[in-house]
């Protein structure tokens, strides 16, 4: 480019010359020409001025030609005579050439004998001055009559010294022209580097800018274009470093917010391709970011109407199942149709959770209503028995029917109890009044007080503790809760004649409590449900033992919030293990107040 910058400017300057050259050498040569013609005219027509009258007389004398000839020849410097110039004396009747300045044998050739009548002659002949010059003749000439047309006389110009001296101008214009292009070139290289070296330097600058460097700003003191070019090329890099690092400080911001947000993000271009997919995203989906994935292998089961996406901040709201997830997805798309960044922008939601929990608060509650609703019938129909029948009724029924309505308002208390209770663990509005706790001590009153209720169905009920037992860090009242509740099923579920065992060991950093029974056990896919609140395995033989189907839920909270963890392992008609594992005081662990 810069080269051809130079051969432009070369070509141009050189172009110059020639022309400026051309110019002046026609003119000049046109000049020498005209005055050249007009000096000769001059010449003749003042020698015709001044010796006309004796070359007149010479005409009209004795031997008239010879006569003419030998004056003429006298005036050979008046005439301008030479080899190229000569004059010639025409008989004017016959038209013969009857004398001459011409040395013709002296010449021996080497000139032509000028032998032909021209234009100006024959005017001549007619008895007028013939001085009519034609530029493109080999020759310019004047002829006059003598003796009123009997003689010409006329000096004849073959233009060999014109064409010599024309030759000679050529000659001088063409090494000027030559040295005019050589100097031509030089400047043209001067000059070009003047524009070039400013420009290869921007150019250089621009390199560097478009790679991203813009540690070097073009400096210039010129006041010209390319000055001003350069002025306004660090202003624009200016701008563009500022808008760079702004756009790269957004980007840094957005890449921090997809890399970290909770929802997941997924963005396709116009064609469906990927452009993006946050770390969310892919947990969500189950899919590892792949750059060749299209719209499609992300979202298989995802058909949208494309229509219903708009730059005007349309967007689509979809529930999408995938990865064993319920996900909402919102749709929109970013920039314009017909801007080739544009595309679709998808942010997932995971509601897998909020689904869950939506259906176990419905269920909650239906379980609570179906709960109190059963004891509520129970006391509304035996009051109203009651009522109806006055003192229709004896006694000892009178007597049943309130037992029942007494057994009832005390379920229904037991359940209300329970909930509140749950209630106040769920919004940890429970205190936990933590001490050291004596295990034995504690599981041995418990076994004792549940030792009536064993005996009566039959059940026997033993305990081993093991040695050195540390205390544990606990809330007295809930932990006692927590095992009467294991221990009390393990006596309820229970067959005639079966037994229960409670084990306690230490397994630093916990104490581990082991109640075993010999009962009627729990079928395998109930059991990762029996945390649940209100579920029961045999609902029938649990409501009829008096029991809410939130036992078991009030001790896991309890026993989470002490830290621990509490499992149950059972196999159906041989019996079952609930496991309670809490950290012992002097594990070093911090129970949850
Ligand atoms: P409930 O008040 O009904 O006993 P729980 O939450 O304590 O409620 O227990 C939930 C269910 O788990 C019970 O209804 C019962 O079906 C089953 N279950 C609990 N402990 C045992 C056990 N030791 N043997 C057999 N089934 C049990």
Known sequence: MLKS?????????????????????????????????????????????????ELEQRAEGDQPVESMEEMLKSYTRALGLSNSRNFYIVDGETGQFVGSSEEREEAGGAQEPFTDLTPNMITAMGGEVGQQINALSPYFDVAMPLDGGRYVFAVVDNKTELND?????????????????????????????????PVQNLTKMATRIAKGDFSQRPQTDSSDEIGTLTRTFGEMAQVLETTLSEVNGERNKLNTLF???????????????????????????????????????????????DSDLGEDGKYIEIDYAANKRILKIFLAMFGTQDDDYSGVMAVLHDITEQTKLDSSRREFVANVSHELRTPLTNVKGYTETLLDAGDDIDAETRQKFLGVIYNESDRMTHIVK???????????????????????????????????????????????????????????ARMEQ???????????????GGSVHIGVEYQAPHVVITV????????????????????????????EKGGTGLGLAIAKEIVEQHNGTIQVESQLDVGTTVTIRIPAADSGQEAAQ
């Not at 024309?166 to 000059?191: D, E, K, P």
């Not at 418990?446 to 030792?451: G, L, Q, Y």
């Not at 509740?485 to 309820?492: E, F, Q």
């Open 516 to 543: 075993s029974d010999t009962g009627m056990g729990i079928p395998q896919e109930d059991i990762p449900r029996l945390f649940e609140r209100f579920y029961r395995v045999d609902k029938a033989r649990s409501r």
């Open 5 to 53: 910058l130079q051969m432009k400017l070369v070509l141009i300057l050189m172009l110059l010359v020639i022309a400026v050259m051309a110019v002046v050498g026609t003119f000049l040569i046109n000049s020498v020409t005209a005055y050249n013609i007009a000096e000769f005219q001059n010449q003749v027509a003042n020698f015709f001025q001044h010796h006309s009258e």
């Open 418 to 476: 329970d909930l509140l209770t749950l209630s106040q663990l769920d919004y940890g509005r429970m205190e936990m009044e933590m001490t050291e706790l004596p295990v034995q001590m504690i599981v041995s009153n418990i076994a004792s007080a549940m030792m009536i209720e064993a005996k009566n169905q039959n059940i026997t009920l033993t305990t081993t503790f093991g040695d050195n037992l540390p205390n544990l860090l606990a809330d007295r």
């Open 165 to 197: 001296l024309t030759w000679n101008i050529f000659t001088i214009l063409l090494r000027s022209l030559m040295f005019g292009l050589a100097v031509a070139i030089m400047f043209s290289f001067i000059l070009a580097r003047t524009i070039t070296v």
């Open 259 to 305: 890399l970290h947000m909770a929802d997941g993000m997924v963005a396709f271009d116009k064609n469906g391709h990927i452009l993006h997919m946050n770390p969310a995203a892919q947990r969500m989906l189950g899919l590892t970011f792949d750059p060749q994935m299209t719209y499609t292998q992300v979202f298989p089961n995802l058909n949208i109407d």
């Open 482 to 496: 927590v095992i009467t509740n294991i221990v009390a099923n393990a006596v309820k579920y229970n067959k005639p």
